[in-house]
């Protein structure tokens, strides 16, 4: 609604703001009183939270669901947030590599800040992997 207002020397002007009284605390015009739109905000913010925990929880499920079925049990306790940090880091590398424990022991994300935490590390990495070779042990 346009209303035709008056400034100080009597000039007529135009003002995009409704010629209707305010009080304070209210909210904007043909909106209702200031309780009633607090109160259609905190549904409408319930409302959000209730899509927005539904769509994690979907998301949660799906990635569940995409874990190898002797890995879901520490995936589901990592995403419902009762693993221990140790289980929560082991959950996210095998995520991290397709859920294939040889890539965690061989991972090359050196700039990753779980790198040095990560699980299944070779406890000696000066060791040879693949053993002393036959001529090796035959100088033993």
Partial sequence: MVAVLSDRAGRKGRNDMSDTEISPGAGPVGHGSGQESTNAARVWLDVVQTESALKTAGLREERIAETLPRYQGIMRRALDG?????????????????????QITNCTGYACPLYAYR?????????DPDGPTAAEAQDE
């Fill in 82 to 102: 009762t693993a221990s940090p140790r289980q929560a880091i082991k959950a996210f590398c095998l995520h991290c590599v397709g859920d294939l424990r040889d």
């Fill in 119 to 127: 699980p299944y590390q070779d406890p000696d990495p000066d060791k």
